[in-house]
């Protein structure tokens, strides 16, 4: 501190090698999971699906973008800090108050209103920033591989979610949601019950995987919905958002980040 520079967590160096093998068993799982779960395969996708599916994960990187580099920007300000060291259910409130009311502003804001609509969802996107801001007190090594991995998670997921017959998976919105539930009490408990050494390991096993497996579905659920959403727009029964639809992959996508995150900085702890 006395040189001014902020203390994150020490790691290993990027190991290219890892990456390369994880990314050819990504690329495997994708084959098998793909040939398991779609043995009927759709017709390859009209104009209509692919044009909302693409602009949709298009506005999902522009908004993951902009929110890795404002987080970037409030820890470098100190911000991060003073979140460390603030109460945590006020850091908590404040961050469910804004980053709902920024969303709900988002989707109830006209498509045709473009300037408003965009201005809520920059400012959902801050929201998100200021919350994960005290993510860099991980090692960069630590966050690249947990960014490198998601995007193997998330882009193999979708994968499969979008060759899929229709509405394949959106019957499993309604235990998501209960599977959602159970993870977030499970992230909450240890807050506001006291709490053994085992029992605080089981919270935390439900949390972090359990919450992997969750929020994995919700890409697969938001994929599918994508989809079911530009058949309607076609019928004329809505009309297409793609920002609406990029909310939901970018909490999914920010949902699993973290928890990778959480997972690969344990790892790390473990073998020092």
């Known amino acids: 501190m006395s040189e001014g520079r902020p203390i994150v967590q020490e790691a290993k160096p990027i190991s290219w090698q890892r990456l390369a093998l994880t990314a050819g068993a990504v690329a495997g799982a994708v084959v098998i999971l793909d040939t398991a779960m779609n043995r009927d395969i759709r017709d390859p996708l009209n104009e209509s699906e692919r044009n909302l599916l693409n602009k949709s994960f298009q506005y999902t990187g522009a908004g993951l973008t902009l929110t890795a580099l404002a987080a970037r920007s409030l820890f470098r300000s100190g911000f991060a800090f003073r979140i460390m060291a603030a109460n945590p259910w006020v850091v908590l409130g404040v961050g469910l108050v804004g980053g709902i009311g920024t969303m709900m502003g988002t989707m109830y804001t006209a498509p045709e209103n473009t300037f408003q609509k965009h201005l809520f969802w920059l400012?959902?996107?801050?929201?998100?920033?200021?919350?994960?801001?005290?993510?860099?007190?991980?090692?960069?090594?630590?966050?690249?591989?947990?960014?490198?991995?998601?995007?193997?998670?998330?882009?193999?997921?979708?994968?499969?979610?979008?060759?899929?017959?229709?509405?394949?998976?959106?019957?499993?919105?309604?235990?998501?949601?209960?599977?959602?539930?159970?993870?977030?009490?499970?992230?909450?408990?240890?807050?506001?019950?006291?709490?053994?050494?085992?029992?605080?390991?089981?919270?935390?096993?439900?949390?972090?995987?359990?919450?992997?497996?969750?929020?994995?579905?919700?890409?697969?659920?938001?994929?599918?919905?994508?989809?079911?959403?530009?058949?309607?727009?076609?019928?004329?029964?809505?009309?297409?958002?793609?920002?609406?639809?990029?909310?939901?992959?970018?909490?999914?996508?920010?949902?699993?980040?973290?928890?990778?995150?959480?997972?690969?900085?344990?790892?790390?702890?473990?073998?020092?």
């Open 123 to 272: 400012a959902f996107n801050g929201c998100q920033a200021a919350t994960l801001s005290p993510l860099f007190f991980f090692s960069p090594a630590i966050l690249s591989r947990a960014a490198l991995y998601t995007i193997g998670v998330v882009g193999s997921i979708s994968y499969i979610g979008a060759t899929a017959t229709n509405d394949k998976y959106l019957h499993i919105g309604a235990p998501l949601l209960a599977g959602v539930t159970v993870v977030a009490l499970s992230s909450l408990a240890p807050m506001v019950l006291p709490m053994g050494i085992r029992a605080l390991a089981i919270s935390e096993s439900i949390s972090l995987y359990g919450g992997l497996a969750v929020f994995g579905g919700f890409v697969l659920y938001d994929t599918q919905k994508i989809l079911n959403h530009a058949r309607m727009a076609e019928r004329g029964l809505m009309k297409a958002d793609p920002i609406n639809e990029s909310l939901s992959l970018e909490l999914d996508m920010i949902n699993i980040f973290i928890r990778l995150v959480q997972i690969l900085a344990l790892r790390s702890n473990n073998n020092k």
